[in-house]
């Protein structure tokens, strides 16, 4: 059983800086890329930014300089660095793994971390 487990989010005001963190624990053989979507009032969910398990990465246009995706193999972690947020940000934030494990290769995700970006 593999799980995930986000933390990071908040209120901040536009133009400030928020860290989200996401964990993944259980029986893993090999992540083969990490990310995170968002998904905002009324839209459907969409991609921020990837990262794969070489580090390549890629990024939403609307996020390209502003954020910055990176992982910490060791620990099985993916953090995602956003700064200048704007109004537009706002959304839940999940991570997702793609996992090789005993049971075979699938995506996992995190439960949801509101992000917030208000005056």
């Known amino acids: 059983q593999v799980q995930l487990v986000e933390s990071g989010g908040g209120l901040v005001q536009p133009g400030g800086s928020l860290r989200l963190s996401c964990a993944a624990s259980g029986r893993i053989f090999k992540i083969n890329y990490m990310g995170w979507y968002r998904q905002a009032p009324g839209k459907e969910r969409e991609v921020v930014a990837i990262?794969?398990?070489?580090?390549?990465?890629n990024y939403a246009d609307s996020v390209k300089g502003r954020f910055t995706i990176s992982s910490d193999s060791a620990k099985n972690m993916v953090y995602l660095q956003m700064n200048s947020l704007k109004p537009e940000d706002t959304a839940v934030y999940f991570c997702?793994?793609?996992?090789?494990?005993?049971?075979?290769?699938?995506?996992?995700w995190g439960q949801g971390t509101q992000v917030t970006v208000s005056s």
């Open positions: 990262i794969t398990s070489g580090g390549s990465t």
């Open positions: 997702n793994f793609d996992i090789l494990t005993l049971g075979g290769r699938r995506a996992y």
